[in-house]
Nanobody, 116 residues
Framework: EVQLVESGGGLVQPGGSLRLSCAAS????????MSWVCQVPGKGLEWVST????????IYADSVKGRFTISRDNAKNTLYLQMSNLKPEDTAVYYC?????????WGQGSQVTVSS
């Protein structure tokens, strides 16, 4: 059974940092591109970042470029999103997703709230 289990969300002040983790199981993690997407209440899903199989190629939405870093540890079957210099507009539920031409499996979501 494919599972993506997220951890690391929470409440942080503007300018602060958080690291999200996504532990994968039930499939060969190193064989899949992985992505992070987010959703603000009342709005649609927004793509955040994607990483290739080996982790050497990453792309980011303009809104997070230079502040967020996606990475993966294929030995630990884990995807990460390091979030720095957080802004109130980053407040959302963040999901990791397996990217197989479409997002076919999703994590349960991690709430990130940026507020003073």
């Amino acid at each position: 059974e494919v599972q993506l289990v997220e951890s690391g969300g929470g409440l942080v002040q503007p300018g602060g940092s958080l690291r999200l983790s996504c532990a994968a199981s039930g499939f060969t993690f190193s064989s899949y591109i992985m992505s992070w997407v987010c959703q603000v209440p009342g709005k649609g899903l927004e793509w955040v970042s994607t990483i290739n199989l080996g982790g050497g190629y990453t792309i980011y939405a303009d809104s997070v470029k230079g502040r967020f870093t996606i990475s993966r540890d294929n030995a630990k079957n884990t995807l990460y999103l390091q979030m720095s210099n957080l802004k109130p507009e980053d407040t959302a539920v963040y999901y990791c997703a397996r990217d197989a031409t479409e997002y076919d499996y999703w994590g349960q979501g991690s709430q990130v709230t940026v507020s003073s």
